[in-house]
């Protein structure tokens, strides 16, 4: 909810320009700074990034999910001024991560940290 608002007002600063590129990422240290459990990293990233598609498609919210409180028909505002803010899955060349975003029907991009590409 919280991405989904801030990528609103910067949507709305920037004249609609504004993108999102979701991904799990390459550290794992803020974990438990967050009171997140590591054996949830797959479970948590796919349950974010769906309420996060779900509530720009909507101006009220209904969702269900297991690592944070529901949403009952709560008003999803700021919007955005495109009809549907453009996020991204970023990957360092998973193929779970292609594949996640074949499944959703959403842009990819791919961006090798070390190693060989």
Do not use: C
């Not at 240290?29 to 779900?54: A, C, I, R, T, V």
């Not at 909507?58 to 949403?71: D, F, K, L, Q, S």
């Not at 009809?83 to 990819?108: F, H, Q």
């Not at 090798?112 to 590409?117: A, V, Y």
């Amino acid at each position: 909810m919280r991405v989904n608002q801030e990528f609103a007002t910067l949507e709305g600063l920037s004249n609609g320009r504004a993108e999102i590129r979701a991904g799990r990422g390459s550290f794992i240290d803020s974990f438990p700074l967050f009171g997140y459990d590591l054996n949830d990293y797959e479970d948590l990233f796919e349950e974010k990034l769906e309420l996060l598609l779900k509530i720009r498609a909507t101006e009220n919210g209904n969702w269900r999910g297991g690592h944070r409180p529901a949403i009952d028909n709560i008003g999803i505002y700021a919007r955005m001024q495109q009809e549907l803010l453009p996020v991204w899955i970023g990957t360092g060349g998973s193929a779970e991560s292609t594949v996640r975003a074949g499944l959703l029907g959403v842009p990819i991009v791919f961006s090798i940290l070390g190693g060989m590409p």
